[in-house]
């Protein structure tokens, strides 16, 4: 084997690993941001606008996956869900 062909070797080697390592990063890296895109809404945000949908007081919420189930005593006394998207604040349903 000539010098260059040693040197070719050594470099493939050498630098196949920070290519894998960098793809993996640059892989994580858009895992997180498309983690983050996907919760736009925050709490408060969600009750926002649940309550311009039914006036009324927030009795509970919860999030499951990226919907906000929110529980509101109307001002006439009935209880509404409302689902809020947690992507796009977009009402699901309200009764």
């Known amino acids: ?6 040197f070719l070797i050594t470099f ?8 894998v ?3 993996r990063h640059d892989l994580t890296e ?8 996907q919760a736009n809404i925050s709490q408060q945000k969600a009750i926002s606008i649940a309550q311009r949908h039914i006036k ?6 919860r999030r499951s996956d990226n919907i906000y189930r ?6 006439q006394g009935s209880i509404h869900v409302v689902k809020v998207s947690a992507i796009d604040g977009k009402i699901k349903t309200g009764h």
Request: no cysteine; aromatic share 2%.
């Open 56 to 61: 009324g007081r927030v009795l509970d919420i």
């Open 1 to 6: 084997m000539n010098r260059l062909q040693k």
């Open 70 to 75: 929110i529980k509101i005593l109307s001002d």
């Open 12 to 19: 493939l080697i050498t630098s196949l690993p920070v290519n």
């Open 30 to 37: 858009n895992l997180y941001k498309t983690g983050n895109q």
């Open 21 to 23: 390592m960098a793809e």
